[in-house]
């Protein structure tokens, strides 16, 4: 397994980012057998010195240049010819990789793999899978960020493919596929939701038809479709939300020395709830639908982020999940075809 | 003031509604004059009798069927001529009482009262708009489930009743409003907001601009504009989500004697986030736009959300945020005309 690490791009700096590496690297001994470090060499050597780490395995690219998140995605990936994650990306499209990780602008990681690695045959646009952990459950959001106008295949296509991410990397071995609506009738929603559902429910998944937000976090749906501007704003409130009610729960049970004190005794109960949300456990979120594996980390990834993204991508580099979703989308093609024929499903060949 | 209650469709029956009825007229001896009880007379009467509520304020009239959650709306509404949810608001439309409350059917209650009280001037769609706590302030987020096709001046129209909602009824002097999208920069999201965004620059709100997901509990807008799909979608994932962590807190504190004994004294402190959190203390969402004051109560309301969704219907009667509406709207149409002079700006006169 050969992965590439675009280091720049992320708030913290590129140490960060390497000790992360480090990290992945003593944890996987066997399956990495090949880091490549994309980035500004002086500075990749500086933190490869202060963190002491050296490995047979890295080999360092240099890239002069750094799509920040002020970068307009589009013209930035034109423009920026040699920046570390154009250089990242184009290791993984001349095969010289399996896959590639980024903490940089999603805008301009969609914008380059999409140009350089081109979508899978079978799917038109590429969407972000992010894992969501529940109480009882994680769920797969997805598109949430890519594609912010949907067309009813797309949701089709991020139905089978967040079905093939949640069985074989998350391990639910026939994961609930739920259209994310405003109510649970066939008929609920906007034209694209009706529509989607129509297609949905003629493929071979576990459909279980329209989700309502209740539902997210109350274990009855493992994989929420939804077009993109949706699901950015879902994971964007459930953020935000989580955070205000953590940053509520420190307000109260510190207002006076009772409450202190019972906080004091109950700490690991709430350090667990922490934990049991903590979206670094999944490091980053897939692009799916990408002819190669590119996972996006959050800006603000940190070494445990980084080291669980290079292990979860191996894992689908592994799991050979791209594979599995071009089988899957042909058949649902197919039966799309069959449902209706005559009629085209739009699934580019 | 003169307040019309449906007290048929709650899920916890007629007698929970009347006891929410009860307690408004005791708080409220001098502002509400009439009360019209709307519903099935019997179990009005057998209501009245178990709460030994007796006030010479109060009205009972009957009607004969019922707009249940299944039914659908547009339908229902035709067919069920009868219903207490029509009867209600037609005493609005009649100019016999001046508001009207209901725990029924959003969408019908959307559909009876579009038809029978009309949108106001200067309104294309009615909004829900649904008061939302967070730690350090309140938002309004509409629409929140009335409209789930928007178009770009509809979401003008909710940027002004949202921003006279929040200043008459909630008490914020110059309302921060944002359009809700998936970035900052004016050129992000889909059509819909990127015209929006257009649009509401140019009249006279207190517009920040375009708003994510993390900034709506983070005390950095108090009017959340957005289509009904997406406001919809957004505020049923955050009562799931704050559900789901409050169970995990229950679940994570009672799993051993020590954390038992912390949460036991930290108690008045997880009370407090839940009341801090509490959906109940505005006891229901207004339909703006509409010719006449309509409130609908959540289905599951209790006493307390019955009291304060009186409480706050008459607040709103009393301000006559229906006539500053008008006036903004106005004014906000007027703007818009002089910067694109020629543009129909699609306000119906």
Redesign the interface.
Known sequence: MRIVVDVMGGDHGCGVVIEGVRRALDADKKNLTALFLVGNQEEIQAALRSTGLRDERLQVVHASEVMTMEDKPTAAFRKKKDSSMSRAIELVGDGKADAVISLGNTGGILAAATVMLRPLPGVERAGIATVIP??DNQFVLLDS?AN??CKPIHLLQYAVMGSVYSREILGYKKPRVGL???GTEETK???LTQEAFKLCKEIDINFIGNV???????NRVDVVV?D???G??????????????I???K???S?NP??K??????????R??KR??DPEAYGGAPLLGLNGSVMKCHGSAKERSIMNAIRITTEAVQHQINQTICEELKRATARLAAAKPGTPTSVAA
């Open positions: 529940g109480p960020g912010s106008e994310l609506n405003v929603g906007n034209e309502e937000g209740y539902d997210l976090f109350a939804c993109g501007f949706v950015n704003v879902v994971l964007k409130t459930c953020e935000g939300l989580a955070g205000a009610m940053t509520m729960l307000q109260e049970l207002r009772k409450r004190l019972g906080a004091y005794l109950a700490q690991n109960g709430l667990a709830i049991r949300m």
